[in-house]
């Protein structure tokens, strides 16, 4: 897998500045390869690559990551972002009834996937009318049949008087049918022939031109490998769809197809299909195949814990600092930002046990005090946020006029700094904890 075939990468270069072109080049040649066997197609794979390049290259140096952990990171990122683009949902006509046709070759799982989406559509309290239209295969009728018995949907199938032999004859009859029975959704399963050829793709046009679909839905066998993208576009030309399915993912490819597909053809997976029973279908979940074609759930977890155990060791520095008196304003500025992040001090207060009394100090609470400090802070030098006994009275003049505000507020900002500062080593050193004493105002 391709963490194996990482850790010859993975020589640890933690808390190296930052990542040098080298450790990326040696990153993305891993990635190409576990891509490539994981069958995208090769144009998909390069330019894939070539973005991911330009992110990490730009990206911001990580303390918790080494610099091939951080590339993987990133590479997630972007398959998960390309594979799941805006997950889209099925989109159903204002009148009714919906049409939605599937498209694909042989043995795609066509059949089986009407069935699946006719019960999932089912459960969510449509209506669906399953319609046969292939009638290329001499099964293939009963085999829907049979499919929507056990999904519990009904199935307009060619009879007498309805355009026996001509799948675009039943097709545009069944509309017709949906509409007097009142079914809100058609669901229309085609004919596939083993390879594209011309003929079927023209029968599954006129079908298409018969009932204007609101959805094409192309359904593409995952363990297609290297033939998604020529199958993929030659749907695309001949047929046009607006979704992909993605079948047989109980299967042991490694999901390349999918990236394949969306990439070359930008419609998005919609569904996925992992087995022969009607329950084994559900949404399109980019993660979970991204996850797949790089063959790194494990490794993705390390880096999570790694991201997770670095917080903890720089709320453990921060700790350490507060005890032994060594806290700046930069340190205080940072802790600052981190907790305002989590939203607005307010919101987060109200959170507190017992702070129902506090409601009306609370509302008074102004977040623009905190926008001045943190403003006053940013005007002062990188010398003077360590170091705040160093800012004399020219350098309080200096910073008052860079961040607007008056002498007096930095005056108050660093008095009450050095308050704070001398009482936490005070509370730590009361505690029995931090850094042995040593006053360093
Ligand atoms: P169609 O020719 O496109 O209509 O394909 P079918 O629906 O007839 O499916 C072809 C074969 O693939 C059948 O044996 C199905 O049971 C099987 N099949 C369909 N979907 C899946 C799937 O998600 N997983 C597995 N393992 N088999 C599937
Ligand atoms: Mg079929």
Not at 133 to 139: A, E, M, V, Y
């Given at each position: 897998t391709l963490s194996d075939r990482l850790t010859s990468v993975l020589t640890n270069l933690r808390g190296k500045g930052r990542l040098s072109d080298a450790d990326i080049d040696a990153t993305a040649r891993e990635i190409r390869i576990a891509l490539l066997e994981a069958d995208v197609a090769l144009p998909v794979v390069r330019s894939f690559i070539k973005g991911v390049k330009e992110r990490a290259k730009g990206a911001e140096v990580s303390q918790a990551l080494n610099p091939a952990q951080q590339v993987i990171k990133i590479v997630n990122e972007e398959l998960v972002t390309v594979l799941g683009g805006e997950t889209r949902r099925l989109e159903f006509a204002k009148t009714p009834p919906t049409v939605i046709m599937l498209a694909g070759l042989q043995g795609a799982g066509k059949t089986t996937l009407a069935g699946k989406l006719a019960k999932w559509l089912s459960g969510q309290g449509h209506t669906p009318l399953l319609v046969a239209?292939?009638?290329?295969?001499?099964?293939a009728v009963n085999q829907l049949q049979v499919v929507g018995e056990r999904a519990g949907v009904p199935v307009y199938a060619p009879q007498p008087g309805n355009g026996v032999g001509d799948p675009v004859e039943v097709a545009r009859n069944s509309i017709e049918e949906a509409r007097r029975a009142q079914h809100d959704v058609v669901l229309v399963d085609t004919a596939g022939r083993l390879g594209v050829d011309e003929e079927m793709m023209k029968q599954a046009a006129d079908i298409r031109d018969a009932i204007t679909p609101d959805e094409v839905l192309f359904v593409l066998d995952a363990m297609i490998g290297q033939d998604a993208v020529n199958t993929a576009e030659a749907f695309r030309d001949g047929v046009g769809f607006s979704g992909v399915v993605l079948t047989k993912l109980d299967g042991d490819a490694r999901g390349g197809a999918a990236l394949s597909v969306r990439e070359i053809t930008g419609q998005p997976i919609m569904f996925a299909s992992s087995g022969e029973k009607l329950e084994d279908f559900d949404l399109f979940h980019p993660d979970r195949m991204a996850n797949r074609i790089l063959g790194m759930g494990d490794m993705l977890t390390l880096i999570e814990q790694a991201e997770q155990a670095f917080d903890q060791e720089q709320a453990e520095k921060a700790a350490e600092k507060l005890g032994s008196g060594q806290l700046t304003l930069e340190d205080f500025l940072e802790q600052m930002q981190a907790v305002r992040r989590m939203g607005p001090l307010q919101n987060l207060l109200g959170m507190l046990p017992g702070a129902g009394q506090m409601k009306d100090q609370l509302a008074n609470f102004d977040e623009k005090h905190l926008d001045r400090i943190q403003a006053i802070i940013r005007g002062m030098t990188p010398a003077e946020r360590a170091d705040p006994k160093i800012i004399n009275a020219s350098r309080r003049q200096r910073i008052a006029r860079g961040s607007g505000v008056t002498v007096s507020d930095i005056n108050d900002l660093v008095n009450r700094f050095f308050e704070a500062r001398k009482m936490m080593q005070q509370m730590a050193g009361g505690f029995g904890f931090g850094g042995g004493g040593g006053g360093s105002k």
């Open positions: 239209c292939d009638l290329q295969r001499p099964n």
